[in-house]
Each structure stands twice: as structure tokens, then as C-alpha cells.
């Protein structure tokens, strides 16, 4: 099997070099991820200037762009074969509900959703890497153990809570929760005394109840939810034809 791994978090965390060592003994390997953390990039490509791609002296290879550049750059430039899969993550921290929209992680796996190839993004239940090689050694389970059972292509959002390895029950089937809106900016001043703007903090779970992702992380069971592309309101879509007519 060859897997092509990205992440948002950039080539020197954590998470993807877990990943990808858990990962190796299993597949062909790849690893293209952004130079630094592109958090909250969603599936952003950079249109305004070129892109460049280094490697590393592990091997990863680095693109100064977007998570979903360095899919897009792997797939169409750098890579003289298709890969089986596209893996993303393990980010530090969770990819739930309404979070997803914003998720530069989610965003790796959609890329490689979208040329045909099946995908994952692999999230922490929690901020910290804590137990960060167990997620990665479950994450690897979880492709061995389920995915051949998948149609392919496949886009899975999975949420692993921070535990250790043997308390990582098997995963749960669950929709994507959702969240309040989110709180207010925070205000501030750079040093020149101009004011500036921090994104603030994401609003409080409003729909965390049984069979949703917000509430398997929360009970200790990974969450893996099957996601879509297609974003048309059918409903509303034909209210809206008939008002057309």
C-alpha cells in the first residue's frame, strides 16, 4: 500500500512524524505538510504566488502553502504514482461538528477525496499530543482493521480521545455535532497602539447528544464520521425552483 500523509500543522510536529512512524512498517510512505502551522486553513489553495518544495532531512518533503496545497502540489507534481490513500493529522487537538468547515486537517483529506483517492483525517480528542504515539498505533488499527470494508473513495473525519493505547475502545459510527455560535473577537493593540483583532474562542457545543462525535470523544470512544462534498440544501432547492418558475 502507498499512503501520502499531510497534516496542518506542519512537517516538524508531533502528530505527523507519529503517524508516519506507525505507518511505515505498513505502507509506502510519503510525507508532504506545510513549513509551518496552517491551522484554520481550511480547503484554501494559494492562487497569489508560487510554491516551493523542500525536503527535509528525514525525508518529509515541506511546501510553504496550505494543507491543501501540499495534497494538490503531492498529487499533480511530486509524486509519479497514485497512492492508495491520503492520511492527514493527527492533529493536536479535535476536528468536530462545525469545526470541520474551518479544519485545514479535514481539509488535507478532502483534497485527496476529490481526485478519487480514499482519505482520512486523524484528530486528537483534546489539545496536548498527550499519548500521541497510541493514537497513532490506533489510527494505524483503524486502517487495517476497517477500511478495506469501505467503498472507496472515502472522506472520514476520525476524533481519537487522548488515552492510552489500551484504553482506546473500538470506534463508533457518529454524524457531526454542532456548536453555538462562536464567541466574540478579542480586541487588543499591536505596539504601535493600533487595534487588532484575535479570532475568538469557538462557540459551546449545542448539539453533543448521543451518536454525534462531540458526544463518543466524550464517553472515551473514537469518533469516525463519514463526510461528504456535496452541499446543495435539496429542500430549499426546490422552494427555490418553484419560486423561479
Aim: hydrophobic residues 40%; proline residues 7%; negative net charge.
Amino acid at each position: 500500500m502507498k499512503i501520502l500523509i499531510s497534516n496542518d500543522d506542519g512537517y516538524l510536529a508531533p502528530g505527523i512524524n507519529a503517524l508516519a512512524a506507525a505507518l511505515a512498517p505498513i505502507a509506502d510512505i510519503v510525507v508532504v505538510a506545510p513549513d509551518s502551522n496552517r491551522s484554520g486553513a481550511s480547503n484554501s489553495l494559494s492562487l497569489d504566488r508560487p510554491l516551493s518544495v523542500q525536503q527535509a532531512a528525514n525525508g518529509f518533503y515541506f511546501v510553504n502553502g496550505t494543507p491543501t496545497d501540499c495534497v494538490h502540489v503531492a498529487l499533480t507534481g511530486v509524486l509519479d504514482y497514485r497512492p492508495d490513500l491520503v492520511v492527514s493529522g493527527i492533529n493536536n487537538g479535535p476536528n468536530m461538528g462545525d469545526d470541520t468547515l474551518y479544519s485545514g486537517t479535514v481539509a488535507a483529506a478532502t483534497e485527496g477525496y476529490l481526485f478519487g483517492i480514499p482519505a482520512i483525517a486523524f484528530s486528537q480528542g483534546a489539545f496536548g499530543w498527550d499519548y500521541i504515539e497510541d493514537a497513532a498505533r490506533h489510527a494505524r488499527d483503524i486502517i487495517v482493521q476497517y477500511m478495506a470494508a469501505l467503498p472507496a473513495p472515502y472522506l472520514l473525519n476520525v476524533n481519537i480521545p487522548n488515552l492510552p493505547y489500551e484504553q482506546l475502545r473500538t470506534p463508533v459510527a457518529t454524524r457531526l455535532g454542532r456548536r453555538h455560535q462562536a464567541e466574540p473577537v478579542i480586541r487588543a493593540h499591536d505596539p504601535r497602539g493600533k487595534e487588532i483583532f484575535w479570532i475568538g474562542p469557538p462557540g459551546a457545543t449545542k448539539d453533543a447528544g448521543e451518536g454525534t462525535d462531540f458526544h463518543a470523544c466524550a464517553s472515551g470512544r473514537t469518533s469516525i464520521t463519514p463526510l461528504q462534498i456535496d452541499l446543495t440544501h435539496k429542500t430549499q432547492l426546490d422552494v427555490l425552483a418553484k419560486a423561479l418558475a
